[in-house]
């Protein structure tokens, strides 16, 4: 099969992966079985999950139109097998993410009803993931890679954030302040160990892809942040639609005003951080 052609398939695949990949996270949430048993149905394993499966649609979504443009370089097919990627590493994250909350809680879902269950739709997840990251690695052998990747940063990053979501106080959620921080906690424990992934299994230089390009970006970048500001602000309001047609009972009027700040904030801010962690691994606007 031609590079082209695999670059193509993989790309269908990564769209196929983030959509079982939603389905997987609202299933396991609304499941009533499922959700009596979940351990990782609070923050930051809530934001984690909830996160990842928006940045694996949106990755997904992004490798399309990367593979739809007729004539790429050898550096925008790098990049594209990065996205391709960083769609699977999304959903590997959040499950080693909601691992370590099964660990936390054994007594919550051990020998209970539904937890065969969770774990075999958890290990069928992981292994599609592990499957699609393995094949996008492929469809790159013959490009030009480099030496090696920072396996020891990428390593020593993971481990901090597996140990912060191990000893995490859980309890802090149980106030408005300690709830925020916690979201916040979890975006970043998505998205920071998320950015070194790429560099490493996909390992090539990124060059300017034009003389002066570097000034013309720069002139750009306000540009830049304030479209990624945009698109958390339609999702945020996309979101927090779906969850008030979710609800039973209407909300008063104060505590409306409250959620839907924090649902358009955390979906701004949350966007923002992973572009801020994914824009320089993935080249982002800059080789579209």
Request: hydrophobic letters at 55%; a positive charge; aromatic letters at 8%.
């Amino acid at each position: 099969m031609r590079k082209d052609s695999l670059l193509k398939l993989n790309s269908l695949l990564a769209v196929c992966l983030g959509i079982i990949f939603v389905l997987f996270f609202q299933f396991t949430k609304h499941d009533p079985v499922l959700a009596a048993i979940l351990p990782f149905g609070n923050d930051p394993y809530d934001a984690v999950g909830s996160f990842g499966t928006i940045i694996a649609m949106l990755l997904s979504m992004l490798a399309v139109i990367r593979v739809l443009r007729r004539k790429r370089t050898d550096q925008q097919n790098m990049l594209l097998a990065r996205t391709q990627f960083t769609v699977a590493a999304a959903v590997l994250v959040t499950l080693v993410t909601d691992s370590v909350a099964m660990v936390r809680h054994i007594p919550m879902w051990m020998n209970r009803a539904g937890a065969a269950e969770l774990v075999m739709l958890m290990g069928g997840m992981i292994a599609l993931a592990l499957c699609l990251a393995l094949v996008i690695r492929f469809s790159v052998r013959d490009m030009p890679l480099a030496v090696t990747g920072s396996w020891k940063k990428a390593a020593a990053i993971s481990i901090v954030a597996i140990a912060v979501l191990a000893l995490y106080p859980e309890s802090l959620i149980q106030s408005t302040v300690g709830e925020l921080c916690t979201l916040l906690a979890g975006i970043l424990l998505l998205f920071v160990p998320l950015s070194v992934l790429p560099p490493v299994f996909i390992p090539f230089d990124i060059t300017p892809s034009a003389a002066g390009s570097h000034q013309q970006r720069q002139m750009r970048a306000w540009m830049q942040w304030g479209a990624i500001a945009l698109l958390g602000l339609c999702m945020g309001i996309v979101l927090l639609l779906g969850e008030w047609n979710g609800e039973g009972a209407p909300l008063p009027l104060p505590l409306k005003i409250m959620v839907a700040s924090i649902f358009i904030g955390a979906s701004i801010i949350g966007l923002l951080i992973a572009y801020a962690c994914l824009r320089k691994p993935l080249g982002l606007f800059h080789y579209e």
